[in-house]
């Protein structure tokens, strides 16, 4: 059974950080590039950063380059997202995603090009 568990969401205040995980079971993690795609209240998804399956030169949206940092353990098959300086804007469900692809990195926020899913977890940045 293919899960992709999200954790470490929760409230920060504009400046602050917050660390995502995502646990990954069911499927062939190293193989696969991870993606970070977020939903704010009200609006479609919006992709914030792909890292493929290696791990090396992850991609991230223009909105948080320089302040979210997205790496993987491919022995411990999770993936995270550092987020530091977070702005009220960046309240959001976050979801991880995968595709099948060895050191692809696809940039995507259609929730159906992705072979696997996340349940989401809430961030929310406010003062």
């Known amino acids: 059974q293919v899960q992709l568990v999200e954790s470490g969401g929760g409230s920060a205040q504009p400046g602050g950080s917050l660390r995502l995980s995502c646990a990954a079971s069911g499927f062939i993690f190293s193989s696969y590039q991870m993606s970070w795609v977020r939903q704010a209240p009200g609006k479609g998804y919006e992709w914030v950063s792909v890292?493929?399956?290696?791990?090396?030169?992850?991609n991230y949206a223009d909105v948080v380059r320089g302040r979210f940092t997205t790496s993987r353990d491919n022995d411990k098959n999770t993936l995270f997202l550092q987020m530091n300086d977070l702005k009220p804007e960046d309240t959001a469900v976050y979801y991880c995603?995968?595709?099948?692809?060895?050191?692809?990195?696809?940039?995507?926020?259609?929730?159906?090009?992705?072979?696997?899913w996340g349940q989401g977890t809430q961030v929310t940045v406010s003062s």
């Open positions: 890292i493929p399956s290696s791990g090396s030169n992850p």
């Open positions: 995603a995968a595709k099948r692809g060895l050191n692809s990195a696809i940039i995507s926020s259609n929730r159906a090009w992705y072979d696997y």
